[in-house]
């Protein structure tokens, strides 16, 4: 199962707002086998889910899970189009949240992101 953790500040924590994270971890767990090294994914402008066109390959597509701190109802729907299902969490260990999600424990609830009312107010007129 490929699993993708949206993260900033070099990679280490658990970015709120998925839609405009540029630094993503991918992980291609496999059942029975310790945690994987992550693949390091840096995302161009025009790569990132508010912006991409799915008018080609993007580095994120085969993907099944998303892990991020907050994301817009536009980013979910997005994200479903693209078979892919989005967890929200307010761990900010992307290791830790990653092993809750495999053990099948509960991920800690979201914080407060202002900018997720920003994104539903934006996903009024968005095109996903």
Do not use: N
């Not at 310790?34 to 390091?40: D, G, N």
């Not at 949240?97 to 007129?125: H, I, N």
Request: net charge negative.
């Amino acid at each position: 199962m490929k699993v993708a953790i949206a993260t900033h500040q070099d990679w280490s924590l658990v970015s709120g707002h998925a839609g405009q994270a540029r630094e993503w971890l991918l992980f291609d767990c496999r059942p029975d086998a310790p945690l994987p090294e992550p693949q390091r994914i840096a995302l161009t402008k025009e790569q990132l889910p508010h912006h991409f066109k799915d008018d080609g390959p993007h580095p994120l597509h085969g993907v099944q899970v998303l892990i991020a701190g907050s994301a817009g109802d536009g980013f979910l729907r997005h994200m479903a189009g693209w078979g892919a299902q989005v967890l929200l969490t307010g761990e900010s260990d992307p290791r830790a949240a990653l092993q809750k999600v495999l053990a099948g424990e509960a991920l800690p609830d979201t914080r407060f992101d202002v900018t997720t009312a920003l994104c539903r107010l934006r996903d009024l007129f968005s095109r996903h």
